[in-house]
């Protein structure tokens, strides 16, 4: 069965640090791989995603994901975090071929000032 | 703004009752999904429509229903109220295979 796994439950940086939070899947072929984050009380936003071609790919807010097949890992990564960034992350992916999209239980990102 | 409209964004009611959420997707998107998100069991994939026709079933409870109606809108309903229901109700869509733009979300809190 489809899986993903995010190993963090938790993650405290301080602001300006560098960040990376790892996900990683479990799925026969190559699936597509998102990464959402969810600030309080609000919805999942897209921050960014990976179909096919270049596997490093940009999204929004500053954020990077690399996606490693042989590693079976979509981690995301910031090279510089700031206090805003403060939310939980959740890192999901979507077989190709259906429409069922699975999630990661989420990683909480606190940033100290 | 994701364009995806959920209401109510917030209902209390008493255990044994029954409720309705609805969702309007964007614009266009003919799929939609509902997840329930509860601090014990995260992001759980409840049901998906597909132009009015169920297409996938998650972990969806036997006194859970949904539908998806001709103008795309969906409805959640939920009866037989219990208090492991109380949870954060979320409505996504997206186009055929594609990311998931999500609601707000609808928090129901049984008593």
């Known amino acids: 069965a489809q899986s993903v796994t995010q190993p963090d439950i938790h993650i405290t940086v301080s602001e300006g640090a560098s960040l990376e939070l790892r996900c990683n899947y479990s799925?026969?072929?190559?699936?597509?791989l998102f990464w959402y984050v969810q600030s309080p009380g609000q919805g999942l936003q897209l921050l960014l995603k990976y179909f096919s071609g270049d596997t490093l790919v940009q999204g929004i807010k500053g954020f990077e994901a690399e996606f490693k097949r042989s590693q079976s890992s979509f981690n995301l990564r910031k090279p510089s975090v700031h206090w805003s960034d403060a939310a939980e992350y959740f890192c999901?992916?979507?077989?190709?071929?259906?429409?069922?999209?699975?999630f990661g239980t989420g990683t909480r990102l606190k940033v100290l000032a | 703004d994701s364009g995806v409209t959920q209401t109510p964004k917030h209902l209390i009611t008493a255990t044994g009752q029954r409720v309705t959420l609805r969702c309007s997707p964007r614009s266009g998107d003919l799929s939609v999904y509902w997840y329930q998100q509860s601090l014990d069991q995260g992001l759980q994939f409840l049901i998906q429509y597909y132009n009015g026709e169920e297409r996938a079933k998650g972990n969806i409870l036997e006194r859970f229903s949904a539908q998806q109606f001709p103008d795309l809108h969906s409805e959640l309903n939920l009866s037989s109220l219990e208090l492991g229901d109380s949870a954060l109700y979320f409505c996504a869509s997206s186009v055929v295979v594609g990311e998931l733009f999500f609601g707000e979300g609808s928090r129901l809190t049984v008593l």
């Open positions: 799925y026969g072929a190559t699936p597509y």
């Open positions: 999901a992916v979507g077989p190709e071929g259906t429409y069922k999209y699975i």
